[in-house]
Nanobody, 124 residues
Framework: QVQVVESGGGLVPPGGSLRLSCAAS????????MGWYRQTPGKQRELVAS???????NYADSVKGRFTISRDNAKNTIVLQMNSLEPEDTAVYYC??????????????????WGQGTQVTVSS
């Protein structure tokens, strides 16, 4: 079993900052890419930022220069530092983890796991 737990989020005025954390735990053989996605009502879930196990980061154009993703491989965690927040950043943010785990049959395969989501609201 694998658990993906998010923390952070909340209400912040425009121009403010928030920090989201995501931790993966359980029967993980290898942790690959980890990232944050967001979704608003009526829209598709979109990538915000992702990071490889080697530390290479990728950002959506809309958050470049404002958001920073970091990773601690020893703790299987990622952090999204969000600065200069705008009302358009309001969404439910989801952590996604790509990993390799052992199946009940004894072989290994790729899995994708999602967190439960955390609400970020940017409003005065």
């Amino acid at each position: 079993q694998v658990q993906v737990v998010e923390s952070g989020g909340g209400l912040v005025p425009p121009g403010g900052s928030l920090r989201l954390s995501c931790a993966a735990s359980g029967s993980i053989f290898r942790l690959n890419d980890m990232g944050w996605y967001r979704q608003t009502p009526g829209k598709q879930r979109e990538l915000v930022a992702s990071i490889t196990s080697g530390g290479s980061a990728n950002y959506a154009d809309s958050v470049k220069g404002r958001f920073t993703i970091s990773r601690d491989n020893a703790k299987n965690t990622i952090v999204l530092q969000m600065n200069s927040l705008e009302p358009e950043d309001t969404a439910v943010y989801y952590c996604k983890v790509k990993l390799v785990a052992r199946t009940p049959f004894g072989n290994y395969r790729d899995y994708d796991y999602w967190g439960q989501g955390t609400q970020v609201t940017v409003s005065s």
